[in-house]
Structures are given as C-alpha cells and as structure tokens.
C-alpha cells in the first residue's frame, strides 16, 4: 500500500528557504503512471495547490507561487522535494505531498501524505 | 483560474438524515471530447489529511460507502450523503482538474444536528 510522508523543519525565519521532502513507501517516484505534487493549508483556511513534477522532468506551478517554488526528484531514494524560497508568514500552512494520477485527464490527489505544520515566524 | 465556490459554508444535519453539499465552477470543467466532468471531492476529518471520495464528479473511489454519490455536469455539482453517520462529520471540497492551476473550494463543515 502506498504511503507519503512528508518531512522538514517546523519552523523557518522569514525570508529564508522552506525545504520539505516526501518519502514514498510502497512505491516509485519513477513510475511514469503518476504526478507527485504539494498541496498547502493555512490556519483556518481551505487548500493551496502548490505543484506536481512528473518523473519524465515535467513540472507544474501554481502562477501564484511559481517564481519561489521548485518541486524536485530523488528517484533512487523515492522521494521528492519542496523549496519555497523567501517565506513570509502567509506561507505557514500545513504542506502536504500527495500523488496525482496520469492519463484520460485524470487530476485528482490520491493518496495524501499525514501533513507537516510549517511556521515563519523570526 | 477557475474559482470553485461551494455552498453552505456550514452545514448541520441529523443523524440518519440526507446532507447536500454544493459546488460550482467558475467556468464549466466538462470537457467535450471525453464528456466527463474534471471534478472530484474529498473529505476532511479534523487532524487529518483529505481523502478521495468522488472523481470524474460522479465516480466514488474503490472503499467509499455507497451512502456518499456525486453529480452533475459543466458548472454545477453536489455531493450528497444519503444518511448521515457520526463519522461523516468532516469538512468537504471540491476540486477541478480541467486546468492548472488546480483548485479547490473553500470547504464545507459538516456537522450533527
């Protein structure tokens, strides 16, 4: 069965780099099948999409985050990567990485990883 | 961006009884080609992550109860809960895949009356 579990600090200064990763058991960031990608929850707010990267290189941003973000890959470890460069206080949320089907348009997350509350805060 | 607004915000049913939980896109996610809607919902319980209930607006994922059903079509869904249990209570979203930047509702608690 497959499962995500994302890591990282708790806490980041403002205007430094959020850096999380997902480790994915039970399966491969290699497969071809599927898009991983981060999802974002403010405190008392809804979700954020914040990205997928496919393993043939694709990547997808949000226009919203895209100039800070960058969602990268270590296959032999099965695992993927979040930076958010330049934080702010609006970027504490709960992040999460998730996996995205591929093909017939197929855009829906599933499954979600637990989730790792990420503060900026000086 | 396709904005995704559901309605109620808030909702509170009685055990037992039928929940309906709406959502519309700001532009219509039914793609001609394949005639399916690019819409899925998912639940949230509280200290968890969201779960995959519904995809292609109407197809529940392998697990999820048969009390739960999705549809409609182009700009204008529902989810509904046949009758409600106490573990339903969660808040739920929708979600359109048409296009990026991939977004979500806002979310609607659901809770017992």
């Known amino acids: 069965q497959l499962q995500l579990q994302e890591s990282g600090p708790g806490l980041v200064k403002p205007s430094e780099t959020l850096s999380l990763t997902c480790i994915v058991s039970g399966g491969s960031t290699s497969s071809t099948s599927y898009y991983w990608g981060w999802i974002r929850q403010a405190p008392g707010k809804g979700l954020e999409w914040i990205g997928t990267?496919?393993?043939?290189?694709?990547?997808f941003y949000n226009p919203s985050l895209e100039s800070r973000v960058t969602i990268s890959a270590d296959t032999s470890k099965s695992q993927f990567s979040l930076k958010l460069s330049s934080v702010t206080a609006a970027d504490t949320a709960v992040y999460y990485c998730a996996r995205r089907a591929v093909g017939a348009g197929a855009g829906w997350f599933d499954p979600w990883g637990q989730g790792t509350q990420v503060t900026v805060s000086s | 961006d396709i904005v995704m607004t559901q309605s109620p915000d808030s909702l509170a049913v009685s055990l037992g009884e039928r929940a309906t939980i709406n959502c519309k896109s700001s532009?219509?996610?039914?793609?001609?080609?394949?005639?399916?809607?690019?819409l899925a919902w998912y639940q949230q319980r509280p200290g968890q992550p969201p779960k995959l209930l519904i995809y292609w607006a109407s197809t529940r994922e392998s697990g999820v109860p048969g009390r739960f059903s999705g549809s409609g079509s182009g700009t204008d869904f529902t989810l509904t809960i046949s009758s409600l249990q106490a573990e339903d209570v969660a808040v739920y979203y929708c979600?359109?895949?048409?296009?990026?930047?991939?977004?979500f509702g806002q979310g609607t608690k659901l809770e017992i009356k």
């Open positions: 979600q359109q895949y048409f296009s990026t930047p991939l977004t």
């Open positions: 532009q219509s996610v039914l793609y001609s080609f394949t005639n399916k809607n690019y």
């Open positions: 990267f496919h393993y043939t290189g694709s990547t």
